[in-house]
């Protein structure tokens, strides 16, 4: 299930990427926005997610902040029809092997994403709800990764929009 999604994110990554552009417009495949968040629908397979990029980007290496070459950082929540929404992130880059994502939303709320490659997903579906939960609740969520060159990556994302895009997605998903 998660390869298929990433494969699918990564047929719209070229549009997903243009977010803070303004060209994501153009994609066929966009349906709606909501503030910080986009809606993507895809028919084959039945696929909907919600999207953003982030706001706020630091990479530190030794303690110290560098500048690193990433490819497109994401965050998605995917629906399917009959399923509860999914929590993925894109690192744009192959995260540490074995290493975890740390998900902090604003509110306090903790949580751990497992990595594979350049993705990052939750451990069950039942944490996938309890982290769509939160973020429902929040402003923004700071995302924590390590990649396999030892950069440590923070990625702040803003909510805004979040629970609207959300809603837009699980509804065109049913």
């Known amino acids: 299930m998660k390869s298929n999604f990433l494969q699918g994110a990564l047929l719209a990554l070229g549009a997903s990427a243009l977010i803070g552009s303004g060209a994501l417009a153009q994609s066929s495949n966009r349906v709606a926005a909501s503030t910080d968040w986009s809606v993507f629908v895809e028919e084959s397979p039945k696929e909907c997610w919600g999207v953003s990029a982030p706001k706020e980007t630091v990479n530190t290496k030794d303690g110290k902040a560098v500048q690193v070459r990433r490819g497109d950082i994401l965050l998605f929540v995917t629906y399917r029809p009959g399923k509860a929404g999914e929590i993925s992130f894109m690192g744009g880059y192959p995260f540490a092997g074995g290493s975890t994502v740390e998900m902090v939303v604003n509110n306090g709320q903790k949580f751990t994403l497992f990595t594979d490659g350049e993705g990052a997903w939750a451990g069950s579906p039942e944490e996938d709800a309890k982290i769509i939960a939160a973020l429902k609740g929040g402003a ?35």
């Open 140 to 174: 923004d969520v700071t995302v924590t990764g390590r990649s396999g060159r030892g950069t440590q990556t923070s990625d702040k994302f803003s909510l805004m929009g979040f629970t609207a895009a959300m809603d837009e997605a699980a509804t065109r998903c049913k």
